[in-house]
């Protein structure tokens, strides 16, 4: 219960003497001092930016051994303060009587905790050095405490849900940690440790002074953790881990040090600034919120991304390299330069994407980069950006409060191929120097994106800024059309013409391929799309060919035109990444109803199951194929084609010689297995523990399809309980213990599991919860599970609240990812209506998590 105490929006609380609290109205403290409102507006920072410098922290914490108790800490700020005409507002976001004492520069005050802030008087205030001493109760909401472990996740602004701070990035602080820890227990921080003392029941651990970082990169972990020390190049790594699977880290342990190693390496040759900052450990989180967070001298991962065994596809390697070169990068962008606030939050996940994919292609062998970006980036934009719900790159933000709401696959995705576009329009060499120059000119600093731009404008003759306002300030992507005109078998004009899938006269400028494609070869041409249409002269005199392939290297964005003779040739096309741009303008248009209805693009597909040999347009088809079977298929059409497609899964399955591929068609099986014949053999499978030939399953694949089989309701009742005895992992162990009753026969199970999940305290585990979602309102489970949909949404304002970043759309797509009746759609409908006054930011990832329901609306035979 705690959780939910601590999230309750407290009208106003004052501390009256040495620890004494009550409550308040919400006033001004002085006439002309800032309002005093939750969260941190824009107003309180940027006056805090200009009258504070200098600020470090020393903080101590005394953890205990059970995680029911209070965490007990105290801390000193000192800082500089250029006016002290008004009072200072100090973040806390707790209850009450978690704030103990405060003394600001050595009076113990009557100070005031108000709507989140800790008021300190201006009268106890001096220009010039100042010392706050403060002791409290940590809290709990962004501490990750488990029983064996805990670990910080305070971004964007949750260091104040901790301790109290000045939480703000352009807020630059040196951090000193002290901890006092279970016996048994060890930890990590930003700083390196310097000192450790043990006695009776417990150890202390000081850490040194960290690096200049924002609050949000504070952090520590501690717990249960196996250590493991490697010098990499000269350069010690301490890598920390609760992994239990031999095979895994024998597999793992030797690519997780190198591949941090090879991503320092390029990423010093190519900002030419050695690595900045004084360490470079990190610790893997089993059920990590993130795949990984980039915090100074001890960075975070989730556990399964890093730790994979001989079974790992090619896809999952490089998946943990990009992982890796992305956290890494951030080091010089996000962490060495940092954003002046949080609507630019954007720029620094972008450059790690971006740079990322640039790594992986040197740090793995064989790794095609364009077909890693092609299938990485473009589906998941477009996922959001077709919807009507789809946001701008670059947003406005007026509370630092709503910050997290900014995430997402925009930023993550779109933000990159923006990005590689910006590349082709400057020159590869061009935007290298000026990111460069970017870097060394607000190193340990903060920039915004108009600072970048300036510095870049003046390498290109372009006009920047008319192109960053249509690609980073607007959301949306454009329609591309073409006209071809022939005569005697030539080509005498091909048009191009883009509008704005929202019906506007937009221009995205942007360099894209199309291929001219002939029985015997295929001609590329580059199309400079400055324009809402252009003439393709390249074209003009060329033989008429069989068909256009549009966007034939994947660098363009938007949705391309399919030609009907293309579907004749695709599976036969050498290049994989011109099939795999095929591929995405297929399902684009599919679901824009252009082309090809769902029934006929599970045809085509099905076809290509034994045709289709490239791992990752194996993986891109056999997605949009699950998609389409269970979203865009009504009940009655997936019996008329479970058998058949499960058939021809297996034959495939059986035909292909690659480990790798050869897994993902079983996965691809597990997931349709609708027949009883196929139920039939997945649980022999899962039983006897005998894959198909040339397939590796591990201990995790083997829990997957116990799930897959109880939520068919199959009927050996035990499959959970028998594969809960297999798990020899407690964290693995736990995860299913916690989803069971989501999968339960019993529909009176299943609604007790979902009303405790109206207790924050029980959406601690974000990612068990966002999969115990998933089975919860598996198309299977519909009928009985769309009664939830009300409340789900009515939970939303509060997830946000009490849940980490990327927790309230996960909880969306969970839940309504697999609906397709005008029910499901209606709940949504009525929901944004009876809330006219909505948070915007939140009915916006409304309207994106719906957009798949929506469409199914319209696409399926109802």
């Known amino acids: 219960m705690k959780k939910i105490n601590r999230n309750i929006l407290i009208a106003g609380i004052a501390l009256i003497g040495a620890g004494e609290i009550t409550s308040c109205s919400s006033t001004r403290a002085s006439s002309n001092a800032l309002p005093v409102e939750t969260g941190v507006s824009k107003e309180l920072a940027d006056y805090r930016k200009q009258v504070l410098s200098q600020i470090a922290y020393n903080i101590s914490l005394q953890i205990p051994q059970e995680k029911q108790q209070p965490i007990i800490g105290s801390e000193t700020i000192t800082f500089r303060l250029s006016d002290n005409s008004k009072p200072l507002q100090l973040d806390f976001k707790e209850v009450p009587d978690h704030l103990k004492e405060v003394w600001v520069n050595g009076a113990q005050l009557t100070a005031k905790l108000e709507n989140e802030h800790i008021i300190l008087p201006a009268k106890n205030l001096k220009v010039g050095e100042n010392e706050v001493k403060i002791n409290f109760i940590a809290g709990d909401l962004s501490l990750n405490r488990n029983q064996e472990y805990l670990y910080t996740l305070l971004v964007p602004d949750r260091a104040r849900t901790v301790l109290p701070v000045f939480d703000q990035p352009n807020l630059k602080a040196t951090f000193k940690l002290s901890l006092t820890l279970p016996k048994d227990w060890n930890a990590l921080a930003n700083g390196t440790l310097v000192d450790s003392t043990l006695s ?439 019996q008329q084609y479970a058998a058949q497609l499960e058939q021809n899964l297996w034959q495939a399955l059986e035909q292909n010689q690659a480990t790798n591929v050869k897994k993902l068609l079983f996965k691809t099986y597990q997931s349709i297995a609708l027949t009883k014949p196929a139920q039939e053999r997945l649980y022999q499978v899962w039983q006897k523990q005998t894959p198909p030939a040339g397939v590796k399953l591990n201990e995790d694949d083997y829990t997957s399809l116990a799930l897959a089989l109880a939520v068919r309701d199959y009927p050996d009742q035990n499959i959970l309980q028998q594969q809960l005895a297999r798990i020899q992992n407690p964290d693995r162990k736990n995860r299913l213990e916690f989803m069971m009753p989501a999968l339960s026969s019993d529909v009176q199970v299943r609604n007790a599991f979902f009303a405790s999940l109206k207790e924050a305290e029980n959406r601690e585990k974000e990612a068990w919860v966002a999969s115990a979602l998933g089975y919860l309102h598996h198309p299977l489970r519909a009928k009985t599970s769309e009664k939830y949909l009300p409340q789900s949404l009515e939970l939303l304002e509060e997830i946000q609240r009490t849940g980490d970043i990327f927790f309230p759309f996960n909880w969306l797509r969970a839940t309504f990812g697999s609906y397709q009746t005008p029910e499901a759609a209606n709940v949504v409908r009525d929901f944004l209506a009876a809330h006219p006054h909505y948070n915007p930011k939140l009915k916006a990832k409304i309207l994106q998590a719906a957009d798949n329901l929506f469409r199914a609306e319209k696409l399926v035979k109802q």
Do not use: C
């Not at 590349?423 to 970017?438: A, D, I, S, T, V």
């Open 200 to 638: 009776e029941n417990s150890k202390s651990y000081t850490f040194a002074t960290s690096d200049t970082i924002p609050t949000y990169l504070f952090s520590f972990a501690a717990g249960k953790f196996k250590h493991v020390q490697r010098d990499m190049k000269g350069r010690t790594m301490n890598f920390y881990h609760r992994e239990t699977d031999t095979a895994k880290i024998r597999e793992s342990m030797n690519p997780i040090f190198q591949l941090h190693s090879d991503a320092l390496t390029f990423l010093e040759d190519y900002t030419q600034i050695p690595y900045p900052f004084q360490k470079f450990d990190f610790v893997a989180i089993p059920d990590f919120q993130y795949g990984g967070m980039e915090h100074v001298g001890a960075i975070q991962y989730k556990a399964s991304t890093l730790f994979l065994d001989e079974g790992a596809t090619k896809d999952q390697k490089i998946s943990r390299s990009n992982l890796i070169a992305h956290e890494t990068a951030h080091m010089w962008f996000g962490d060495l330069v940092t954003m002046q606030w949080f609507d630019d939050v954007w720029m620094k996940e972008v450059f790690a994407n971006f740079m990322a994919d640039k790594v992986t292609q040197v740090a793995l062998e064989n790794t095609n980069y364009d077909m890693k970006f092609l299938v990485d980036h473009f589906p998941a934009a477009y996922s959001i950006d077709r919807t009507t719900g789809a946001n701008p790159i670059r947003q406005p933000l007026d509370n630092l409060q709503d910050a997290g709401s900014l995430y997402g696959s925009i930023i993550y995705h779109k933000a990159p191929i923006m990005m590689r576009q910006l590349e082709r329009l400057m020159g590869e060499e061009e935007l290298r120097k000026g990111l460069q120059e970017y870097l060394k000119t607000y190193a340990y600093q903060n920039a915004t994106w108009p600072d970048l731009i300036s510095l870049l404008d003046a390498r290109t003759p372009a006009d920047l800024a008319q192109w960053n306002q249509v690609w980073v300030n607007e959301p949306g992507r454009p329609v591309f059309t073409h006209e071809l005109k022939t005569s005697n078998g030539k080509i005498t004009q091909l048009r191009v013409s883009q509008k704005g899938e929202d019906g506007s006269d937009r221009v995205w400028p942007q360099f894209f391929e199309l291929a001219l494609v002939y029985p015997d070869r295929l001609e590329e041409l580059t199309v400079d799309m400055t324009k809402s249409e252009v003439l393709i002269d390249a074209a003009e005199g060329k033989q008429v060919p069989q068909f256009i392939l549009f966007n034939s290297t994947g660098q363009g964005y938007g949705v391309f035109p399919v030609e009907e003779a293309m579907l004749q040739r695709l599976y036969t096309l050498q290049d994989p990444v011109q099939r795999a741009s095929a591929y995405i303008n297929l399902y684009e248009n599919m679901l824009n109803g252009r082309s090809q209805t769902p029934e006929q693009l599970l045809n085509f597909y099905q076809k290509g199951l034994t045709q289709e040999q490239e791992e990752l347009n194996v993986k891109l088809l056999t997605g949009q194929l699950n998609d389409i079977f269970w979203v865009l298929l009504n009940p009655a059409q997936r």
